[in-house]
């Protein structure tokens, strides 16, 4: 057991902290994020070999995004302060490369959004 003044010179890490600790909170962060590109207007695409581009369909979109729901689902944490602290950077980054900030062909984890000015 730590003395108290032991734990007064080393406060305990923060949620934000610990939160971006492990693999599953980078998975849950880009889950977080492609579910907000995949919930807009935007065409999306997976780069392929070269210059190749797979547009994801309209009628593939549900199926995607229930892909992505599942992953949410596994790797977002069950605690409130940490899972506020995953959606806050999912929010940050889609925010960062949102399209009124960005070129055409952002690259995301999977999907790549296209904008057109």
Same mark, same amino acid.
């Given at each position: 057991? !730590?003395?108290?003044a $032991?734990?007064a010179?080393s406060?305990?890490p923060?949620v934000?902290?610990?939160?971006?600790?492990?693999? *599953?909170? $980078?998975?849950?962060? +880009?889950?977080?994020?492609?579910?907000?590109?995949?919930?807009?207007? #935007? &065409?999306?695409?997976? $780069?392929? %070999?070269?210059?190749?581009?797979t547009?994801?369909? +309209?009628r593939?979109? %549900?199926?995607?995004?229930? !892909?992505l729901? !599942?992953e949410? *689902?596994a790797n977002?944490? @069950?605690?409130?302060?940490v899972?506020a602290?995953? &959606?806050?950077?999912?929010r940050?980054?889609?925010q $960062?490369?949102?399209?009124d900030r960005?070129? @055409?062909?952002?690259?995301?984890?999977? #999907?790549?959004?296209? #904008?057109?000015?």
């Amino acid at each position: 057991m !730590r003395s108290p003044a $032991a734990a007064a010179e080393s406060p305990p890490p923060d949620v934000a902290e610990t939160a971006g600790d492990s693999r *599953d909170d $980078a998975r849950c962060v +880009d889950a977080l994020f492609q579910l907000e590109v995949l919930g807009g207007d #935007w &065409k999306v695409y997976r $780069a392929g %070999p070269g210059n190749e581009r797979t547009y994801l369909n +309209d009628r593939d979109r %549900p199926a995607e995004i229930e !892909r992505l729901s !599942r992953e949410r *689902d596994a790797n977002c944490s @069950d605690e409130p302060g940490v899972l506020a602290a995953q &959606k806050r950077r999912a929010r940050e980054l889609f925010q $960062a490369l949102s399209p009124d900030r960005s070129r @055409d062909g952002v690259w995301l984890a999977d #999907w790549v959004w296209v #904008w057109r000015p």
